[in-house]
Antibody, heavy 119, light 113 residues
């Protein structure tokens, strides 16, 4: 069974940093591109970042470029999101999602981890 | 403001048919990128509902169907049931100077009357 479990969320002050993790199991993690998608309270889905299976290709939304860094450790079946210079508008539930390569959609999602940026 | 435009809300009575539109442009849906649909039940993570414009993952009832034409796509739900009450999101890709990137619609809240 495919499982994605996020962790690392919490309360952080504006300008602070946080590192999110996503532990994957039930599939060959090293064969799949992965993404982070966030959802602000009461709002819609917003794509944040993507990383290819071998980390060769990395993309970011303009809203986080230069502040967030996506990475992965295929030996540990883990995906990460390092978030620096956090702003109030980064407050959201952050989901990791697996890419179904054949269709370039997200076929499995984690349960999400809440990041709250507030003083 | 989302790149893909969806109606904020739709509603229907049990047993009825509803459709949710997803309107894009020549840089995303009109450029040939596929459209995918997700269902998000209250308090849960999104779930893939339709992929590749009109394909259903295993386990998704055939009451759900998708289509795409030109710069728009639609999700249709027939035989509406109470458990269909959820938020629905379309997703595609959009061309940019830095390469294609994921875009979502703003979401549509379906209310079953």
């Amino acid at each position: 069974e495919v499982q994605l479990v996020e962790s690392g969320g919490g309360l952080v002050k504006p300008g602070g940093s946080l590192r999110l993790s996503c532990a994957a199991s039930g599939f060959t993690f090293s064969s799949y591109s992965m993404n982070w998608v966030r959802q602000a309270p009461g709002k819609g889905l917003e794509w944040v970042s993507s990383i290819s299976s071998s980390s060769s290709y990395i993309y970011y939304a303009d809203s986080v470029k230069g502040r967030f860094t996506i990475s992965r450790d295929n030996a540990k079946n883990s995906l990460y999101l390092q978030m620096n210079s956090l702003r109030a508008e980064d407050t959201a539930v952050y989901y990791c999602a697996r890419v179904y390569i054949a269709a370039r959609c997200f076929d499995y999602w984690g349960q999400g981890t809440l990041v709250t940026v507030s003083s | 403001q989302s790149v893909l435009t969806q109606p904020p809300s739709v509603s229907g009575a049990p047993g009825q048919r509803v459709t949710i539109s997803c309107t894009g442009s020549s840089s995303n849906i009109g450029a040939g990128y596929d459209v995918h649909w997700y269902q998000q039940l209250p308090g849960t993570a999104p779930k893939l509902l339709i992929y590749g414009n009109s394909n259903r993952p295993s386990g998704v009832p055939d009451r759900f169907s998708g289509s795409k034409s030109g710069t728009s796509a639609s999700l249709a739900i027939t035989g509406l049931q109470a458990e269909d009450e959820a938020d629905y999101y379309c997703q595609s890709y959009d061309s940019s100077l830095s390469g294609p990137h994921v875009v979502f619609g703003g979401g549509t809240k379906l209310t079953v009357l």
